[in-house]
C-alpha cells in the first residue's frame, strides 16, 4: 500500500512538474497546500467539462487534492471566468439541487479554495457549477474524471 501511495504522489508531482515550476506551486498553493498535496494520504481528483459542448475562452485546468482520512481538501482551478457571482463545488445529487460544498469566486487566474469536510465516498459525485445566470438555473460546469 505505502509503494501505491508513493508511486501515486510521484505520478502526481509529475504532472504538476510539467505544467510550472516548484516556485510557482508554492507561490499559487502556499504552505497550507504543500503540506496537503505533499501528504502520504493525499489523493489527486482531476475534473473534466459536464458535457461535450461547454465552450471556454481559456484552457480550464481543476484538481482537487484530498486527504481522507482528515477530509481536508484543496480545490486549485485556473481558467474559470471570471464573474461577478460565485462559483460552487457540489456533491451532484442528479437532482435540481446539489448540496452545496464550498462557494469561491474566480479571476480568471489560478485560485486555491481550502475545503473541509469531504467524506471520500462522494469523491466521485463532486462537481463544479457555474454561477447562476440571469437567464436559467445554475449548471454544472465540471465533473470529476474517473474515480
Do not use: H
Not at 506551486?25 to 459542448?53: H, K, Y
Not at 457540489?90 to 469566486?105: A, C
Not at 459525485?125 to 457555474?130: E, S
Amino acid at each position: 500500500f505505502f509503494v501505491w501511495v508513493a508511486q501515486e504522489n510521484q505520478r502526481i508531482a509529475a504532472r504538476w512538474e510539467n505544467a510550472e515550476t516548484l516556485a510557482e506551486l508554492q507561490q499559487n498553493l502556499g504552505p497550507r497546500g504543500m503540506d496537503l498535496i505533499s501528504r502520504v494520504t493525499t489523493t489527486q481528483v482531476e475534473f473534466a467539462p459536464a458535457a461535450a459542448d461547454i465552450e471556454l475562452d481559456e484552457p480550464l485546468v481543476a484538481r482537487l487534492f484530498l486527504d481522507p482520512e482528515t477530509g481536508e481538501a484543496l480545490l486549485v482551478c485556473k481558467g474559470l471566468p471570471i464573474s461577478d457571482r460565485n462559483y460552487r463545488l457540489v456533491i451532484d445529487t442528479g437532482s435540481d439541487t446539489n448540496q452545496s460544498i464550498q462557494e469561491f469566486p474566480s479571476d480568471g487566474e489560478y485560485i486555491t479554495v481550502v475545503v473541509n469536510g469531504i467524506e471520500a465516498d462522494n469523491v466521485d459525485r463532486i462537481a463544479i457549477v457555474g454561477p447562476t445566470s440571469e437567464q436559467g438555473p445554475e449548471g454544472v460546469l465540471l465533473r470529476v474524471k474517473d474515480v
